[in-house]
């Protein structure tokens, strides 16, 4: 058998255009990918904390940044990752126990996780902005 023979009778990997994008694997990118938003998110925080010794004058600048439509778009998407994250990470606890691993669990856990990220994001900003 010539080698052009074997490749050809191989399997071949499915691309995630063949996948059906269901809630738990939405859900598992999207841990991944909130995991590298925090990082920059604190970036951000970061340099707010270095423009506080930095003087008056920068911390007036990068506070009316994030005082900005735009900085409250930004940090209310940093307050959501972090929520999500760490519902997915109190989930991935639960799972390390052996618990919760069933399909229709599995499908529950992932919808309170993203349902209940949005749900704690809009209580934090209620309080944050009763509070400011």
Not at 95 to 124: C, P, Q
Request: hydrophobic content about 55%.
């Amino acid at each position: 058998m010539s080698q052009s023979d074997v490749k050809a009778a191989r399997p071949l990997s499915p691309h995630l255009q063949i996948y059906k994008p269901i809630l738990t694997m939405v859900t598992s990118i999207l841990q991944r990918i909130t995991g590298v938003g925090l990082y920059i998110g604190m970036l951000l925080v970061a340099w707010w904390l270095v423009s506080i010794v930095t003087g008056p004058a920068y911390y007036d600048f990068v506070a009316g940044l994030f005082g900005s439509i735009l900085g409250y778009l930004v940090l209310s998407g940093f307050t959501w990752a972090l929520m999500f994250h760490l519902l997915g990470g109190l989930c991935h606890f639960l799972w390390d126990t052996g618990r919760g691993m069933e399909k229709g669990t599995l499908d529950k856990i992932a919808f309170v996780n993203a349902a209940g990220s949005i749900a704690l994001t809009v209580v934090v900003w209620i309080i944050a902005l009763a509070i400011a």
